[in-house]
């Protein structure tokens, strides 16, 4: 019995998602057409989508991108994305600064 508890138990724990970020998004995403599909499909944001979930109902995503035009767009790009997929637009902030010229970082924060 104490076996079954325990297997349950990690295989729980795995599915979970342990860390918070952050998660990179490269220029390259941006290079390629998007779609809600291609968007799911990127592993960073996949994991940063399951992560948000599963944590309390005040977390929120922080997208921090590089400043200027073009990480702005990035950023309210992938935010509408992220809206148009389900995700309430309260649990989504974003941020300038703080990051390489060629990259969003996300992260989930409480």
């Known amino acids: ?7 349950a138990l ?3 724990a795995t599915a979970l ?3 918070d970020g952050p998660w ?3 220029a390259e995403f941006w290079a390629a ?3 809600g ?3 799911l499909a990127e592993p960073a944001l996949r994991t940063a989508i399951d992560t948000l979930m599963f944590r309390e109902e005040s977390s929120r995503l922080l997208i921090r991108y590089p400043g200027g035009e073009t990480g702005q ?3 309210e790009e992938l935010r509408a994305w992220l809206i148009a997929l389900g995700i309430p637009s309260s649990r989504i902030k974003t941020r300038p600064g703080g990051v390489r010229n060629d990259q969003l970082l996300l992260s989930v924060v409480p």
Do not use: E, G
């Open 24 to 26: 990179v998004i490269d």
């Open 10 to 12: 990690l295989l729980f």
């Open 73 to 75: 767009l990035w950023a």
């Open 1 to 7: 019995m104490k076996r079954t508890c325990l297997v």
């Open 37 to 39: 599909q291609a968007v």
């Open 33 to 35: 057409p998007r779609s």
């Open 17 to 19: 998602p342990a860390a």
